[in-house]
């Protein structure tokens, strides 16, 4: 598909022209487009318009969004006469609490939200993932939109209906699985976002190559510097070839009794790494991803079920693009290797008392397992806690 904002007359000089990818979610009744591209923002009033069953809508957004984008949104809002109120939440992790969602539930029932109104999540996958939570129960379910602003969120966090906040208990352990009505990825925001930020959402776009598609691996060998670097045409074709995968895997397992797991590559070591430093902002998530995938392929390598050289090929890339592959810098830090493997089995992920992995046979090939020995986890985290 392509988008033109051309004005017409002699002083029509000003002509831009940009390529969107269309990917579609296909769940029935609960279908929904992901579009991305370039500059989308500028038009978003309309593709918006097109899903509200009345010109009315509510714009929930972080302040480092705000100051930034939302002037751009908020206008393409009114080029559309479509009428919005704005609630702007405090950047963070933190915000994806009962606090913050008491709040906006609250603003959307002042702001006079129908059931059939739809909200806008407007910035990362925390904005993202407690707006439609709220969505999912204000009214027993409204319809929201999201214009995801981090590279994590474009390719993983606004597609698929996972949504929820945080407890003392754990991460996103309260929320539902509600899906947007529609998902506008404009890759031109990420030019905002710190690099640290782009390189962790870079973990989740190669978790795609590394779980499903070899040939995406090579192609982000050659054209992930470049991404990284701002390249939006390299942007546009890496977003929708995670998104579709993502909407795929999705379509055959909206609630994750099956396949859909696979998109945890990483994240069993990695959300013990989390867990074990307190969330407390050492590692991104991405980065923990990233540390988790190069676990999962030398895991593998380890077991015998990945021919040798897959792990270091994975980590070299890792490494290439500035991300971290080990536990290198973080040895002190870290408890045992018993108390590690203790804390994945608090992990949401853990099913009877038993862990679940996600490993790989090769790179694009990653499976399920649901028997791996206990001991061979202990003595794999011993090794990486050892590694110099
Ligand atoms: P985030 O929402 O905290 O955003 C990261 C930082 O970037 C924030 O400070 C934010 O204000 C800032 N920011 C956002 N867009 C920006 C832009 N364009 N320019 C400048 N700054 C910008 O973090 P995230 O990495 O997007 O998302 C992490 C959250 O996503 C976690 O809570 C995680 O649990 C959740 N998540 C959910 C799913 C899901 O399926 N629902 C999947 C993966 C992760
Ligand atoms: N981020 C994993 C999922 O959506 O299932």
């Given at each position: 598909m392509t988008t033109s904002d051309a004005t017409s007359g002699d002083d029509a000089l000003d002509i831009a022209v940009t390529e969107t990818d269309v990917v579609p979610?296909?769940?029935?009744?609960r279908a929904y487009d992901i579009q991305i591209g370039a500059g989308l923002l500028d038009f978003a009033g309309d593709d918006i318009a097109a899903v509200l069953a009345r010109p009315r809508t509510l714009i929930v957004t972080d302040e480092n969004v705000a100051k930034l984008h939302l002037d751009t949104l908020a206008g393409s809002l009114s080029m559309a006469d479509i009428a919005f109120d704005t609630v702007v939440l405090p950047p963070g992790?933190?915000?994806?609490?009962f606090d913050h969602l008491r709040q906006l539930c609250g603003r959307m029932l002042d702001a006079g939200l129908e059931r059939h109104d739809a909200v806008i999540a407007f910035g990362g996958g925390v904005i993202g993932d407690i707006t439609g939570f709220a969505a999912a129960i204000v009214r027993r379910g409204m319809r929201f939109i999201q214009i995801p602003t981090t590279l994590l969120a474009q390719v993983d966090s606004s597609v698929g209906g996972k949504t929820g906040i945080n407890t003392a208990h754990g991460k996103n352990l309260i929320g539902a699985f509600h899906q947007p009505a529609l998902v506008l990825a404009d890759t031109e925001v990420l030019d905002t976002l710190p690099e640290r930020e782009l390189k962790a959402g870079y973990a989740e776009v190669l978790k795609y190559a590394l779980l499903g598609d070899a040939a995406f691996f090579h192609w982000l060998r050659a054209h992930g510097p470049a991404l990284l670097a701002g390249d939006g045409d390299a942007r546009r074709h890496a977003i929708a070839v995670s998104c579709r995968m993502k909407a795929a895997i999705v379509a055959a397992d909206e609630r994750e009794s099956?396949?859909?797991?696979?998109?945890?590559?990483g994240h069993t070591f990695g959300h013990a790494l989390e867990a074990a430093l307190g969330?407390?902002?050492?590692?991104l998530h991405g980065e923990a991803v990233a540390i988790g995938m190069a676990q999962a392929f030398r895991f593998s390598e380890r077991l015998g079920l990945c021919p040798t050289g897959a792990a270091a090929e994975v980590a070299a890339h890792l490494r290439a693009v500035g991300l971290p592959t080990g536990l290198k810098e973080l040895h002190n830090r870290l408890p045992s290797a018993e108390q590690l493997t203790a804390i994945m089995h608090q992990d949401k992920k853990a099913e009877g008392g038993k862990l679940v992995f996600v490993l790989a046979r090769g790179i694009g090939e990653a499976f399920i397992s649901h028997d791996v020995a206990e001991a061979d986890v202990a003595a794999f985290l011993q090794e990486e806690l050892a590694r110099p």
């Open positions: 979610v296909a769940l029935g009744d992790e933190a915000t994806k609490s099956g396949r859909r797991a696979l998109l945890n590559l969330y407390d902002g050492t590692l």
